[in-house]
């Protein structure tokens, strides 16, 4: 049985941040999961499986996306009851380990503009959550409700940092995101 660290750390909070956006749990093997379209992000999130002294793999699968469209989904994955255990306790996050949290966060559920970052979910609950860690930080924010995202579906909600190219700059200087970063 492999035994993580889960004492506070960069890797454990940036691992909580992008579980909680596109991460899966498999209750059958302990598994921690994440698939992205993303290979740096998938590859990040494997080094920090890793970092937490787990075993990771990752692999590469072809998928048919909602338009049709041929895609390739990069997965990363490691099995430990321990890790498992403690996503599911959904812990809060140390004001020293928020930035990391939303690197991980961001990588998963964020965008960029020219002049604006935005996080979307339909758990508007998370994103409240969210948005106290970016006031945390320095940045204003506003969360702007928006159309159904489908037929029986949560609305969608978005959650926009405030202040233009600067502020955007200086967030994403401020969480370094593997993708998705500063120009």
């Known amino acids: 049985m492999q035994h993580p660290k889960l004492s506070p750390s960069s890797s454990l909070y940036y691992i909580y941040g992008a579980f909680l956006g596109d991460g899966t749990l498999d209750r059958s093997k302990w598994g921690v999961k ?22 990771a793999f990752s692999w590469i699968q072809t998928q048919t996306n909602a338009c049709g469209k041929k895609i390739s989904v990069y997965y990363a994955l490691a099995n430990s009851i321990m890790l498992f255990t403690w996503l599911q306790s959904h812990p809060e996050v140390p004001e020293n380990y928020i930035a990391d949290f939303l690197k991980g966060f961001y990588e998963a559920e964020g965008s960029r503009s020219r002049d604006q970052v935005m996080f979307r979910n339909t758990d508007l609950q998370l994103l409240n959550w969210i948005r106290r860690m970016v006031r945390a930080l320095g940045y204003s924010v506003n969360i702007i409700p928006m159309k159904q ?6 609305p969608l ?9 600067e ?6 200087r401020q969480i370094n995101p593997c993708i998705k970063g500063v120009d």
């Open 34 to 55: 994440l698939g992205v379209t993303s290979k740096e992000f998938a590859e990040s999130f494997k080094c920090h499986l890793e970092k937490l002294g787990l075993r």
């Open 157 to 165: 909600c978005s959650l926009h940092l405030l202040g233009g190219r």
């Open 167 to 172: 502020e955007r700059t200086r967030f994403l």
């Open 149 to 154: 995202n489908g037929f029986g579906s949560k």
